[in-house]
Nanobody, 118 residues
């Protein structure tokens, strides 16, 4: 199975930047979707950004133009570069990994808190 280890959260002022990392260990199949969902207190969890094994990216409208997702295949690590951060970006960010096999299996990281505040 896949184990996800996240890092990079913290406190940043509005307009600042952070980079999140998620390392995936275990058996990695060639077909997958990986990325981040985020959840603010009192709100529903929502997709922030994902990238597929084929390199296709998907972003929430609210982060387009500000966030960039990428991955290092050799290191089995995904990165979320977050620029021009806004207070509304404050949330717990959860790394997400969907593996396609005989069945579809989802894996979640423990989450890392991003706080955007002056």
């Amino acid at each position: 199975q896949v184990q996800l280890v996240e890092s990079g959260g913290g406190l940043v002022q509005p307009g600042g930047s952070l980079r999140l990392s998620c390392n995936a260990s275990g058996i990695i199949l060639s077909i997958y979707v990986m990325g981040w969902y985020r959840q603010a207190p009192g709100k529903q969890r929502e997709l922030a950004a994902t990238i597929t094994s084929g390199g296709t990216t998907n972003y929430a409208d609210s982060v387009k133009g500000r966030f960039t997702i990428s991955r290092d295949k050799a290191e089995n690590t995904a990165y979320l570069q977050m620029n021009s951060l806004r207070p509304e970006d404050t949330a717990v960010y959860y790394c997400y990994f969907r593996r396609y096999s005989a069945t579809v299996v989802d894996y979640w990281g423990k989450g890392t808190l991003v706080t955007v505040s002056s």
